[in-house]
C-alpha cells in the first residue's frame, strides 16, 4: 500500500466512523428512552444489530468508489477495524459527555427502579440473583462517566477486530 493509498483509506474510515457513531448514539439515545417507553429499547436493539450490515455498506462504497471494485482481504479487513476504531472513538466522546453532563442521574434511577418493581424482585428472586444483583447495582452507582465511556471504546474496537473478518472475506474483491 503506498502512502497515497493508506491516506485514502483512513479518510474514507473516518468519515464512515463517524456515520457509525451516529448510529450508535442514535441507539444509545434510544435505549435510554427505552426505559420509560419500551418500544424504542426494541429501536435500540435494532439499530445495534444494524451495525455491521452498516459497515458492510460502507466497505462496499469504498471499495466501488474508492478503489475502483477491488480490494483485498487485508485491506478490507484494516478499513473495517478503522471504522469500528474511529466509530469507538465519537461514541465513547459521546457517552462521557452523556453520562457526565446530561444524564444527572436518570439511568442509574430507572435501573434502579426496574428491578425494586415487585415484578423485578419476584424475578430476581426466581433466579437467586437478589444479592448479586445488589453488588452490580453498588457497583454500577460507584462508575464514573469516563469508566462508561472507556469501556464501550474498549468493546467497540475488540468488536471491530472480531466483526472484520466475515465483513472483510465477504467484502473483498480481486477482480473488476
Known amino acids: 500500500m503506498t502512502p497515497q493509498e493508506y491516506i485514502q483509506l483512513k479518510a ?47 466497505l ?16 478490507s479487513y484494516a478499513y473495517t477495524i478503522l471504522i469500528f476504531f474511529y466509530a469507538g472513538v465519537l461514541f465513547a466522546i459521546a457517552i462521557y459527555v452523556y453520562f457526565a453532563f446530561l444524564d ?21 428472586q426466581a433466579y437467586g440473583l437478589e444479592g448479586q444483583m445488589e453488588e452490580n447495582l453498588k457497583f454500577l452507582t460507584e462508575l464514573r462517566p469516563i469508566d462508561f465511556a472507556l469501556n464501550m471504546l474498549t468493546i467497540n474496537i ?7 473478518v466475515p465483513i472483510a472475506a465477504i467484502m473483498q474483491r480481486t477482480k473488476n
Do not use: N
Open 60 to 75: 462496499r462504497h469504498f471499495r466501488d468508489y474508492g478503489r475502483e471494485g477491488i480490494i483485498s482481504f487485508s485491506r
Open 12 to 58: 474514507f474510515a473516518r468519515q464512515d466512523g463517524a456515520l457509525l457513531a451516529l448510529l450508535w448514539t442514535g441507539s444509545l439515545y434510544c435505549y435510554i428512552q427505552g426505559l420509560t417507553y419500551p418500544m424504542l429499547g426494541i429501536v435500540a436493539l435494532l439499530l445495534v444489530a444494524a451495525s455491521p450490515f452498516f459497515a458492510a455498506s460502507r
Open 158 to 164: 475488540i468488536t471491530g477486530f472480531f466483526l472484520g
Open 104 to 124: 444527572k442521574g436518570f439511568f442509574m434511577s430507572k435501573i434502579m427502579e426496574m428491578f425494586s418493581s415487585p415484578e423485578g424482585r419476584k424475578a430476581l
